[in-house]
């Protein structure tokens, strides 16, 4: 129960008055979210990962995603995901459809947003956009019938993140709700902390700016941090149940190819017994700035 109040306080910190950057960027992270985008501004990503298999067949995922930024503060996506698993076929996995609002007009000692995301997968579904509940995430169900077993639910997330310059703090609650059957509520938590590029200080239009500037080939486009995501339960067992739950730990890594271009990798290793032992977490994404080439100047 301490801690159940503990995931529900923190959002309360975000009341606080503070001074943080008005400019919000791009979230450098894989499964946790932070910021919305700026208002008019398109990312486009592709995220494909390589997956040791805890139980079976190792498996390839990947994921497809776009966001717009409605205003400066609402952010709406839209996500299709695939897996291959070893000797197996291709399999789609399915669509979700998010969207996140920043609840302030001005900056706080924390910020917040809420999230909401509509979850119309299948049972074949394996990336890890995040993990809650319990138990293990490999698929153990034929692929035949998995690929037609519909796995509907709808994702809460409160988000919780701060900016020291170019030091972010990002944490994640998450909720997981069954929409197909009495299952109930599944928890989880993401959480990470990330040192963005040089040129990123200041906002994303001038980050963008800065990274034109710089050589091809420079530390000063290189992010780094580390991120952390896991399971917390469910409306039955709140809580850590270490050797019944997934937790994933990893470094993260940035590159800004170029102002509309960045690269990011992860080599994340699992924590507990029910974990696949490694993921290779892998993404590219391209932005559309509005303002076109100028915001790029």
Do not use: C
Not at 17 to 41: C, R, W
Not at 152 to 159: A, D, G
Not at 174 to 193: F, I, K, N, W
């Amino acid at each position: 129960m301490k801690i159940r109040l503990l995931f529900f306080a923190i959002p309360l910190m975000a009341l606080l008055p503070g001074v943080t950057h008005a400019q919000m960027d791009m979230t450098p992270y894989f499964s946790t979210i932070n910021s919305p985008l700026e208002k008019n501004s398109l990312m486009l990503m592709a995220l494909p990962d390589y997956q040791v298999a805890r139980h079976g067949r190792n498996f390839v995922t990947g994921m497809l995603m776009a966001e717009y930024g409605l205003t400066s503060r609402w952010t709406a996506g839209v996500m299709a995901e695939w897996q291959k698993i070893a000797g197996k076929p291709a399999a789609y996995g399915g669509m979700r459809f998010n969207t996140y609002f920043h609840l302030f007009s001005d900056d706080r000692l924390f910020n917040l947003s809420l999230y909401g995301e509509y979850e119309d997968l299948n049972g074949a579904a394996l990336y890890k956009m995040e993990v809650a509940g319990f138990g293990t995430g490999d698929l153990e169900a034929p692929l035949a019938r998995a690929r037609h077993t519909s796995v509907r639910t709808f994702e809460q997330r409160v988000l919780v993140y701060h900016d020291w310059d170019r030091l972010n703090a990002t944490f994640n609650f998450v909720r997981e709700t069954a929409l197909q059957s009495p299952h109930g509520s599944d928890y989880g938590y993401a959480l990470g902390v990330f040192m963005k590029p040089d040129g990123m200080s200041g906002g994303m239009a001038a980050g963008m700016a800065g990274m034109a500037a710089t050589p091809a080939l420079s530390g000063g486009r290189l992010g780094w941090g580390i991120e952390m995501i896991g399971a917390l339960g469910d409306n039955k067992r709140f809580g850590f149940y270490w050797k019944t739950q997934q937790h994933y730990l990893g470094p993260v890594f940035t590159y800004d190819i170029s102002s509309r271009w960045s690269a990011r990798l992860q080599p994340a290793f699992g924590l507990s017994g029910v974990s696949d032992p490694f993921v290779l977490r892998t993404g590219v994404s391209y932005m559309f700035m509005p303002g076109g080439d100028k915001a790029a100047e």
